[in-house]
């Protein structure tokens, strides 16, 4: 029997692996763009695809899906913005509660409506902890989700939501300073939730260089997830994957990081 994508995580995490999430926004790419960050993903071997947004306003969602499950040889994730956003042309979809905020839709309303067509869609289902962290901006999920974000200098706070995200059985953390924003998640406040949890944190949301990479695996999140700057050059996705593996320990490491 296959063994779950949620098995994998929580395996390679406890294995203390750093992994890469490379995330695809539907809209700010086209089917060339997909078939270049598919062929990045499969050369270096990042270690899954997210697809999804906080809003869509083409439909090229489906066909990016196709695509992406046709090509990649890694686990294609849905990183659901809405409803609409359920397809079941993925391997799993991370099922968001938004717990750093209290808008009943998104932490139990939506899930109600979406649950018929996910228990049909052969979608794995990936109970997931969301938690927005204030990032220096208004990111677009900030605006979309009319929630507040956890204030970056809080960490006590975002440690007792994720806390609280475990206890409920969120089989996943993810802690987001939003596509495209100002600041990553600070090392800080990444050490403090992973201090209070033992599930799997994600941490995504401004990671725009190698040394942004380093500090957000260092300081404990166990999948990075980097959106906006794999866009802009799909080299990166190359950095960032022998980033990952110098740090895993491989020995075939032919770049040499430059941390700070
Ligand atoms: C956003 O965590 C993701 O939800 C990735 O953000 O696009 O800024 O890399 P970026």
């Known amino acids: 029997m296959l063994k779950s994508i949620y098995h994998k995580i929580l395996t390679d995490s406890d294995q203390k692996k750093r992994q890469l999430a490379v995330l695809i926004d539907p809209d700010k790419v086209d089917e060339e763009g997909v078939m270049g960050v598919a062929e990045m993903v499969n050369r270096y071997r990042a270690d899954y695809v997210f697809s999804g947004g906080s809003l869509l306003t083409s439909d090229f969602m489906p066909t990016c899906l196709k695509i992406l499950r046709e090509t990649v040889h890694v686990p294609v994730i849905i990183f659901p913005g809405n409803n609409m956003q359920v397809n079941p042309n993925a391997d ?6 938004l717990i750093s905020g209290r808008n009943p839709e998104l932490l ?3 899930h109600v409506l979406a649950a ?3 228990k049909k869609s052969g979608l794995e289902i990936i109970p997931t902890g969301y938690m927005l962290i204030e990032s220096g901006k208004i990111t677009s999920v900030v605006y979309m989700s009319n929630t507040t974000p956890i ?3 809080k960490p006590d706070i975002a440690s007792c939501t994720a806390m609280a995200g475990e206890m409920l059985g ?8 939003g596509s495209g924003a100002a600041l990553p998640v600070s090392a800080r406040m990444i050490r403090h939730v992973r201090s209070n949890i033992k599930v799997p944190l994600i941490v995504g949301g401004g990671i725009r260089t190698a040394d942004d990479a380093i500090k957000t695996w260092d300081a404990g999140a166990d999948i990075i997830v980097v959106g906006n ?8 996705i190359r950095r960032l994957c022998e980033t990952r593996d ?6 075939d490491m032919k770049y040499q990081i ?3």
């Open 116 to 118: 018929p067509v996910l």
């Open 170 to 177: 969120m089989k996943l953390i993810y802690m987001d300073a």
């Open 151 to 153: 204030p970056s200098d």
């Open 246 to 251: 110098f740090m895993n320990g491989a020995t």
């Open 108 to 110: 139990i309303g939506n």
């Open 258 to 260: 430059k941390a700070r």
């Open 92 to 97: 799993a979809i991370l099922l968001l509660s």
């Open 229 to 236: 700057a794999t866009e802009h050059e799909p080299d990166f």
